[in-house]
């Protein structure tokens, strides 16, 4: 528990290493408070077992403390995800850009975190051993984005990583959906029960992967990464706009401008020779 409540604390001061604003000091006192809290009755129960180490041990260092980290540390972390999402509407620029890395991870994290806990009441107990794997990759993915975004380090790919997985992620589950339906259509249907009726499905699926491939990457690029869909109509509009341009430093802003957003490459360089 103290751990999730120190990283309430450290979501009130993402990306910047401050608080968005005074309004936000109250929240930043209640999460240190818990924080503390949980440190000192951790201390208290680690002193407890050293002093009594064949005693059992049911409460902290004062009885009912138990109980009241089910309400304080849930409210800890909800205060700084209150202050992700406050900061992430109000945000713009290279901010913005910081957030959206968290945020995607974050994402992750409670897409592995909900099978987990879900598993045990559903009757998946074969199965939890993965999802711990799962969820543990997926933070592994936050932390990554975390030091992404402090360092700062390739921000504007992260359009482009969104666009991907998601379009991946859809495309596998078309086209497993397909290869299950074939595989049922033939063996359950047909009773067809012979290694041609996987061999035809694995072939059918593989045979889509490049077009729904195409139309799905199309459509979540529209979304998710419109800059890389509209590229020919923004080198239209930059040339256009370049046609009456006369002073060379505003064309090379324009130009890096331009290509940084249609082609999203790492680094952009504009060289210039001037003629006598």
């Known amino acids: ?30 999460v240190a408070a818990v924080y503390a809290l949980q440190a000192a009755d951790f201390v208290a129960r680690a002193c407890r077992v050293w002093a009594y180490p064949y005693t059992a041990l049911t409460d902290g260092w004062y009885p009912g403390l138990h109980a009241a980290d089910i309400i304080l540390v849930p409210a800890a972390l909800l205060a700084g995800v209150a202050a992700v999402a406050v900061r992430f509407a109000r945000s713009s620029g290279e901010e913005r850009l910081q957030l959206k890395w968290f945020v995607t991870a974050a994402a992750l994290v409670v897409v ?21 794997v799962a ?21 504007y790919d992260i359009d482009r990583v969104i666009s991907r ?5 859809i495309v596998t589950g078309v086209l497993a959906g397909v290869y299950a339906g074939l595989v049922l259509l033939a063996t ?39 800059a ?24 090379c802003e324009d130009l890096a401008r331009v290509v940084q957003a249609a082609l999203e490459p790492a680094h952009v360089s504009v060289w210039t020779t001037r003629h006598e």
């Open 188 to 226: 359950q249907v047909f009773s067809v029960h012979t290694p041609v009726a996987v061999a035809a499905a694995t072939l059918a699926a593989a045979a889509l992967f490049a077009p729904v491939r195409h139309r799905v990457q199309r459509r979540v690029d529209r979304r998710f990464n419109r």
């Open 135 to 155: 969820f543990g990759l997926a933070l592994v993915c936050l932390y990554a984005a975390i030091a992404v975004a402090v360092l700062k380090y390739r921000l």
């Open 1 to 30: 528990m103290i751990p999730v409540a120190g990283f309430g604390f450290i979501l009130l001061l993402f990306p910047t290493g401050q608080l968005r604003s005074p309004r936000w000091r109250p929240a930043a006192w209640f």
């Open 228 to 251: 890389r869909y509209d590229a020919d109509q923004t080198v239209a509009t930059c040339a256009a706009r370049l046609k009456d341009a006369v002073d060379l430093d505003t064309v």
């Open 112 to 132: 592995a975190v909900i099978p987990l806990a879900l598993a045990p009441q559903i009757g998946l107990n074969q199965a939890v051993d993965a999802l711990k």
């Open 165 to 169: 997985t998601l379009a991946y992620a």
